[in-house]
C-alpha cells in the first residue's frame, strides 16, 4: 500500500514561471519530509527537507510546505529554470534515521 | 565530498544468471536500502540493512537476495534473473536526515 503518493506523474511549465509539485502521505507517524530530484540515468540526490515542526522551509528557489492537518507537502520552485527539468520524488520517515518511504516521481519539464 | 559507489553503471545479463550488484560507502552508515525505479512505479524497496550481517526485507523481495559482510559494503544477488527484472537499481546508504543514493544500475535481463 503506497504510504507516500505524487498524483501528478508529469508537469510541464514554462521557463521563469512558478513549479509547484504536490505529495500526500497516509501515515500520520511521519514527520521528517524530503524532495529528491532525479536525471535519467543518475541516481536521485536530496533536494530539501522539512521536519513536522515547521511548516515552510525554504532553500533559494527551492521552497516545500507542509500542511500536517491535510497529510500534504508541495514543492515550490521559482523561478522554473530548464536544468530542472527532471523527475521530482517525495519522501517520508516516522523519526528521523528511519525508512524513507517514497512517492511514484512527477517529471518536471522546464521548457526555455 | 560523500560517496556511494555502485560497481556497474550498465549490465546486460541472460535469463537465468546469477546477477552481483556491489555498493559500498564511505560515510560509516549503518542503514543501506536497495531500490528498484521502474516507470510510473518510483521507487520500490527491495532488502535494507541496519547493521553488518542484518537484513531486512523491503516491499518486493521475491527473486533477489543481499549480503552485508562489512559495513561499507551491501550486496544485491539476483539468484536467477529474469526478464522482470530489468530495471534501474538504486543503492543508497541513510543517515539521520537524508540518504544518499549511487548512480544506478542499469541492468537489463535478455
Known amino acids: 500500500d503506497q504510504q507516500v503518493k505524487q498524483n501528478s506523474p508529469s508537469l510541464s511549465v514554462q521557463e521563469g514561471r512558478i513549479s509547484i509539485l504536490n505529495c500526500d502521505y497516509t501515515?500520520?507517524?511521519?514527520?521528517?519530509f524530503l524532495w529528491y530530484k532525479k536525471y535519467p540515468a543518475e541516481g536521485p540526490t536530496f533536494l530539501i527537507s522539512?521536519?513536522?515542526?515547521?511548516d515552510k522551509n525554504e532553500d533559494g528557489r527551492f521552497t516545500v510546505f507542509l500542511n500536517k492537518s491535510a497529510k500534504h507537502l508541495s514543492l515550490h520552485i521559482v523561478p522554473s529554470q530548464p536544468g530542472d527539468s527532471a523527475v521530482y520524488f517525495c519522501a517520508a520517515s516516522a523519526n528521523t534515521g528511519n525508512q524513507f518511504y517514497f512517492g511514484t516521481g512527477t517529471s518536471l519539464t522546464v521548457i526555455p | 565530498d560523500v560517496k556511494v559507489t555502485q560497481s556497474s553503471r550498465y549490465l546486460v545479463k541472460r535469463t537465468g544468471e546469477k546477477v552481483f550488484l556491489e555498493c559500498v560507502q564511505d560515510m560509516d552508515h549503518e542503514n543501506m536500502f536497495w531500490y528498484r525505479q521502474d516507470p510510473g512505479l518510483g521507487l520500490r524497496l527491495i532488502y535494507f540493512?541496519?547493521?553488518?550481517?542484518?537484513?531486512e526485507k523491503g516491499d518486493i523481495p521475491e527473486g533477489y537476495s543481499v549480503s552485508r559482510e562489512k559495513k561499507e559494503r551491501f550486496s544485491l544477488i539476483l539468484e536467477s534473473a529474469s526478464t522482470n527484472q530489468t530495471s534501474m537499481y538504486l543503492c543508497?546508504?541513510?543517515?539521520?536526515?537524508?540518504?544518499?543514493f549511487g548512480q544506478g544500475t542499469r541492468l537489463t535481463v535478455v
Open positions: 543508497a546508504s541513510q543517515g539521520n536526515t537524508e540518504a544518499f
Open positions: 540493512s541496519y547493521d553488518v550481517k542484518m537484513k
Open positions: 522539512i521536519s513536522s515542526i515547521k
Open positions: 501515515n500520520s507517524m511521519f514527520d521528517y
